[in-house]
RNA sequence: GGGCCUAUAGCUCAGUCGGUUAGAGCGCUUCCCUGAUAAGGAAGAGGUCCCGCGUUCGAGUCGCGGUAGGCCCA
């Protein structure tokens, strides 16, 4: 059909693929070679199938089948395994919902049994609709041989690498900063944040701005929103780039007033940009003593708000028990209480001094590490304070702020036992109305708390990483050294454990008794059957490293020296892994390596190819890389499409709930998955762009890519198969003879396989490069030549049953719908099991197009076949044979033929107007012979008797008159002549030039050497009398003889005639090959026109009998040449044969 | 606040090593053509190449500083 259903073609094929199990075979049809030479290694990025496929997902998911789909093609054996991520937060969340429990208590009281069975079965639950998602979009991807991070081969290779990190010392826990809710007892992930709108509500907190005295008598103020955190003080950061004061209060301002009288008023030192913010306390005209830099306070030391770890002993001593609960090894913290410097800090609010604890903020944690400071951590797991703070143990840490603020204020309390001049004193107190974050279960407020985590030390091999990470191809390139390697350059340990169930268990197991400490860490089941007599086994008796099995693997600690009764237990940390260590773990955890497979990875590693968003750099493809680096000292990838985010039709995110992007089953259901595929690989997205989903986008492919494509080959298939009367006529593919030449095809055929050639060549050059984009517009550059050059022009030749105009397009059509098979998998797959008659496109080679280089090589080197590699590029393309010239000598017929119409434009003279000639004057004969073939396409192209070819040696010039253009070559001059060069060009501009009888060149006063300049001949007028000149843009001029004679009036005037007719026809709504009787009353000055063309015009309006009337010129109507009345044919004329009702017209 | 990216015609985007007069597709206007095509052809309108400074004989392109947007991080 012409406009065919292409949804349903595409059903149909799918099928039909499914019947044949097409995909299995194309995989297996390559060898893999040996040791995998011959491979090319796909990994899956696992998606979390936690929900429905969006535009991401199938994005991604296209890429992920047009390189392999190319590769298979080429010749590679590509395994496509199915990845599924199943750990993790979101699954605890949604296994949380479906359960209706809202914490981790809730967790702990069902049974971690319970809970993990639910989060198995949510990670599983929408596994078929991803299924159906995928197979619809024609993605051929392994389902049976999939991996799931939960198998149990999938977790052992993933503790495996654990190990392997402990035992390179690049595994060590530590602390970590974490949002915490003391309601639930539980760390939430930063990710948890984001998730509810309202999770930041506003919220009222004191804010106090303190003074600390320096050791030299000043005194630091710092502003804090949770005073609660001040016991646990332990430095004050600046800004080492901002300008600070030290300040004198103006007198009667009312720090200067808290003094005795007679004692000077405190001098304090704030940021220079923030002074104006206190003149309150400090007074309008406070008197600015000295103005510092931010980096001379670093180093300074001050007298802590609070005693609790000033003496040192006592804080050892203290801190000690925490310490231990905690397993840190002791060590002192010599710096606390000193002045750091930290980048974070501004001057926008606060004092431009940020008081420091360690334990309850992020940036506080980081920057005190930096220095050595080590936090400590004085609230319990209820936001209590602890015995380290004994004057507000058990007091929870808001509702401690009154009491906090009120013995800072008042010097009682704690302070009670500090003197005087070490205390600090309070400048400020208000009420700060801030948005806070909240628990978005229980909706308290959160406080940041630092936790016990387990870490990567990236840290140490971060250079390593960087210089492997230059191995890597990147699309797009800035990626590299871009947002991939800036994040490299600044990567910090990695936090891999996890407070919660469902997950890869930490294989830790430590001593329960910190007087006999022990750790071991295990990465294999082996290792645990060897060390607890048996393996994890779940409640069916399977292997199951989840928890709670894997909790319940305990024994005696070897360590401990006492009895049996008495001895202390080996039990394992509770924690998880961070689901990224599962994913950055799936090259080898896929392949159970090294359990299993060992050799195979050694040759599939690094892999070839991954694709996914550009927001992978800090996720998947940074787990990858961290893992690659640590554990093999080796990039994890080759090369990585990264590409941009798709966004909604109105350029926002895609949001269900605005519901601005088109429905993905709609347009998969109305204009199909090769649709919605091409449009998305067409677009700026590959190239790392974002792109705005659009049903008019998806649409303006389909007119534009795919319905010109069916339609060439539905053009190509009605003929073919009503040559012979009916009987159908079986193209050949075109070959050349034993010379390689096209003997017996016309330019235009050779010219269109030329064209296929170079296609095919760029095409191949684009893919390999990862540039899918630029493939796709080379082929839809192809396709308008073909439907809209190629066929177009050489319609009369199908009409005319020739057979080596079929050949051609047959074998342009056949080499066309490989080389887009990857981009339209569905549609060239009809297309081409109609050309063909044979299974599957996706089955066949790739055209290959080195036949040249080939050729002389096989016929040298005979054996070459058998010593080469299976698929190295051979004569397989005879038919594409490359013809610089002939495409050259093309691309000036449509030169030629563009400016012709122009010509007729500008004269107002339609193209149906025939005209008597057109002289193409080019600039030799050589130009001009290579041109002459192609004369009978400019003359039906612009409806010319006649098209003459002369060349500027002739009298041509003479003819129409003839300038000289002087063009100077800026890239070759520009360096000789410097600064003349602009002179030059101007003066050659504007005619300023001259050429001596030596022929030396001079412009603008500067004589040019050889290969600076070119001498451009061209018309000089527009012709004379009835001439109409235009310059060609490649040199040489086209001449249009304008003179009209009454025959070609006449033969015009009957085109118009058919024309008319033909509208007529249109408007009656009548088949085209419906025949008619016709009756044409036309003006008297037109009778001989029409007479003379009566058996054309009824041939053409496929007239049966024709009717020829003289009318009065009034009569006929406005936009039209006649009167035209038309009626269908009588049935028995109808069946008639046309040539002989067209006979009968004539006579 | 930091890092990265982007900014070129009404829209979506190309633009190579810095080289003379900056392109394509779509859209728009006018005209033409039309027995495969939901098409095709021609002409036209439409540009402060985000802004500024600099380097250079010469800058859409290189450098610096801004502005706006996107992504990520904080």
Redesign the pocket.
């Known amino acids: 059909m012409?406009?065919p259903s292409i949804p349903a073609i595409e059903r149909a094929v799918l099928a039909s693929w499914e019947a044949g199990d097409t995909f299995r075979r194309s995989v297996a049809n390559r060898d893999a070679g040996e040791n995998g030479s011959n491979e090319f290694v796909f990994y899956d990025g696992p998606p979390f199938a936690n929900g429905l496929p969006h535009y991401g997902h199938l994005l991604t998911g296209y890429v992920k089948d047009v390189v392999p789909r190319y590769q298979t093609m080429r010749g590679k054996h590509v395994e496509r395994r199915f990845g599924w991520d199943t750990h993790g937060l979101p699954a605890e969340l949604e296994a949380e919902r479906i359960l209706g429990i809202t914490d981790k208590s809730q967790i702990e009281a069902m049974g971690i049994e319970a809970f993990n069975a639910a989060c198995r079965e949510s990670v599983l639950r929408y596994t078929k609709e991803w299924q159906d998602y995928v197979t619809r979009q024609a993605r051929w991807v392994d389902f049976e041989n999939d991996y799931k991070t939960l198998d149990p081969t999938f977790m052992e290779s993933v503790i495996w690498a654990f190990k392997q990190l402990y035992d390179k010392g690049l595994a060590y826990e530590g602390f970590r900063v974490l949002p915490y809710c003391w309601r639930d007892e539980t760390p939430l992930s930063?990710h948890e944040l984001r998730m509810d709108d309202d999770v930041y509500q506003m919220r009222q907190d004191p804010a106090l701005t303190v003074g600390l005295r320096l050791l030299s008598g000043e005194y630091l103020l710092i502003w804090t929103t949770t005073p609660w955190t001040l016991p646990s003080h332990q430095a004050v950061a600046v800004n080492p780039d901002v300008a600070y004061v030290v300040v004198e209060p103006a007198q009667g301002s009312p720090l200067a007033a808290s003094v005795p009288d007679g004692e000077a008023p405190p001098r304090v030192i704030l940021a220079e940009a923030r002074l104006a913010a206190y003149a309150r306390e400090l007074g309008e005209d406070a008197r600015v003593v000295e103005t510092i830099q931010g980096s001379d306070l670093v180093g300074a030391h001050y007298h802590p708000p609070f005693p609790f770890f000033a003496d040192e002993a006592a804080y050892a001593e203290r801190d000690q028990a925490a310490r231990d609960a905690l397993g840190v090894a002791p060590e002192d913290n010599p710096h606390a209480f000193g002045v750091i410097a930290g980048?974070?800090v501004?001057t926008e609010d606060g004092t431009g001094l940020v008081h420091m604890a360690p334990a309850f903020g992020?940036?506080d944690m980081a920057a005190c590490d930096a220095v050595g400071i080590t936090p400590v951590v004085t609230v319990d797991s209820g936001g209590r304070f602890t015995a380290l703070v004994p004057d507000y143990e058990g007091v929870q840490v808001f509702d401690a702020n009154a009491a906090i603020i009120a013995d800072l204020k008042a010097g009682s309390g704690p302070l009670a036992a500090v003197p005087a001049d070490a205390r600090p004193i309070v400048l400020r107190h208000e009420t700060y109305d801030h948005s806070y974050p909240h628990c978005w279960r229980c909706r308290n407020p959160l406080i940041y708390k630092a936790v016990s985590s387990w870490f990567v030390r990236v840290t140490q091999f971060r250079d390593r990483m960087v210089e492997l990470n230059q191995e890597i191809a990147w699309t797009p390139e800035?990626?590299r050294d871009?947002?991939f390697g800036?994040?490299l350059a600044g990567a910090r340990d990695w936090s891999i454990s996890r407070n919660r169930y469902w997950g890869t268990p930490i294989p830790v197991w430590v001593s329960d008794d910190p007087a006999y400490p022990r750790i071991d860490v295990y990465g294999s089941l082996e290792e645990l059957a060897r060390d607890f007599g048996d393996v994890p086994r779940n409640d069916l008796g399977q292997p199951d490293l989840h928890r709670p099995w894997v909790d319940q693997l305990t024994r005696p600690n070897p360590d401990d020296p006492r009895p049996d009764d008495q001895r202390s237990t080996m039990r394992r940390i509770p924690d998880v892994l961070d689901v990224w260590f599962d994913s950055g773990s799936m090259p080898f955890a896929q392949v159970h390596y090294p359990f299993e497979n060992a050799d195979w990875f050694e040759h599939h590693y690094p892999g070839d190819f991954i694709v996914e968003y550009?927001?992978q750099?800090?996720g998947w493809f940074y787990t990858l890389h961290v893992l690659a680096t640590a554990l093999f000292d080796r990039p994890a990838f080759r090369s990585a499409i990264s590409h941009g985010?798709v966004l909604g039709s109105d350029?926002r995110?895609m949001s269900k709930s605005l519901r601005n992007y088109p429905d993905v089953t709609e347009v998969l259901d109305r204009d199909g998955s090769d649709a919605m595929r091409w449009f998305l690989m067409a677009?700026?997205i590959l190239?790392?762009?974002?792109?705005?989903v659009t049903e008019e986008g998806i649409r303006?492919e389909v007119?534009?890519v795919l319905?010109?494509l069916w339609?060439?080959w539905?053009?190509f298939a009605?003929y073919a198969n009503t040559m012979h009367d009916g009987e159908g006529y079986r193209a050949q593919r075109v070959s050349p003879d034993a010379d390689g030449r096209l003997a017996g095809y016309t330019e235009m055929d050779r010219y269109l396989l030329a064209r296929t050639h170079d296609l095919a060549r760029d095409v191949t050059r684009a893919a390999d490069a990862y540039d899918i984009a630029g493939a796709c517009q080379l082929i839809r550059e192809h396709i308008?030549l073909l439907?809209?050059w190629y066929?177009?022009t050489q319609?009369q030749r199908f009409w005319d049953e020739d057979t080596t105009a079929y050949d051609t397009l047959w074998t342009a059509l056949e080499a066309l719908t490989r080389i887009m098979a990857p981009f339209a998998p569905l549609l060239t797959e009809e297309i081409w099991r109609g050309l063909t008659g044979e299974e599957s496109v996706h089955l066949t080679d790739w055209p290959v197009t080195v036949r040249t280089e080939a050729r002389a090589e096989s016929a040298s080197h005979e054996d070459a076949f058998t010593s080469r590699p299976a698929r190295t590029l051979y004569d397989v393309e005879p038919a594409l044979v490359p013809d610089p010239d002939l495409v050259a000598a093309m691309d000036r017929v449509r030169e030629v033929?563009?400016t012709a119409?122009?010509l007729r434009?500008a004269a107002?003279v339609?193209?149906?107007?025939p005209l008597r000639s057109l002289a193409v004057v080019l600039a030799d004969e050589a130009e001009a012979a290579a041109f002459e073939p192609f004369a009978p396409i400019v003359a039906s192209e612009v409806n010319l008797k006649e098209v003459r070819l002369e060349d500027l040696g002739s009298d041509a010039a003479a003819r129409y008159g003839v300038v000289t253009r002087l063009?100077?070559?800026?890239?070759a001059a520009?360096?000789r002549?410097?600064?003349q060069?602009?002179q030059v060009?101007r003066a050659?501009?504007e005619g300023d030039w001259a050429q001596d009888a030596d022929g030396t060149v001079t412009a603008g006063g500067v004589a040019l050497v050889e290969g600076e300049y070119?001498l451009v001949t061209q018309a000089a007028g527009t012709g004379e009398g009835e001439l109409a000149v235009a310059v060609l843009p490649g040199g040489g001029f086209v001449v249009l003889d304008l003179a009209l004679d009454a025959e070609l009036r006449a033969e015009g005037y009957a085109?118009?005639v058919?024309?008319q007719v033909?509208?007529a026809r249109k408007a009656a709504d009548l088949h085209?090959?419906d025949r008619i009787v016709l009756r044409l009353g036309v003006a008297e000055h037109h009778r001989a026109a029409a007479q003379a063309h009566r058996a054309f015009i009824a041939?053409?309006t496929?007239a049966v009998a024709l009717e020829l009337d003289v009318v009065p010129e009034v009569d006929v109507p406005k936009g039209g040449v006649a009167v035209v009345e038309l009626a269908r044919a009588e049935a028995d004329a109808e069946t008639g044969d046309a040539e002989r009702a067209t006979a009968e017209v004539t006579e």
């Not at 190239?687 to 705005?692: M, Y």
């Not at 339609?910 to 107007?913: I, L």
Request: aromatic share 4%; proline share 4%; no cysteine.
């Open positions: 012409a406009s930063n980048d974070f501004t992020e940036d800035h990626i871009g947002q800036k994040w550009i927001g750099t800090r985010i350029g995110k677009s700026p190239r790392g762009g974002n792109l705005v303006a007119r534009g319905l010109p339609n060439a539905y053009f009605l308008d439907t809209n066929v177009r319609r033929v563009s119409h122009a434009k107002k339609r193209v149906r107007q063009t100077v070559n800026a890239r520009g360096p002549l410097g600064k060069v602009q060009i050659a501009r070119e085109r118009d058919v024309r033909q509208d085209v090959t041939k053409e496929l």
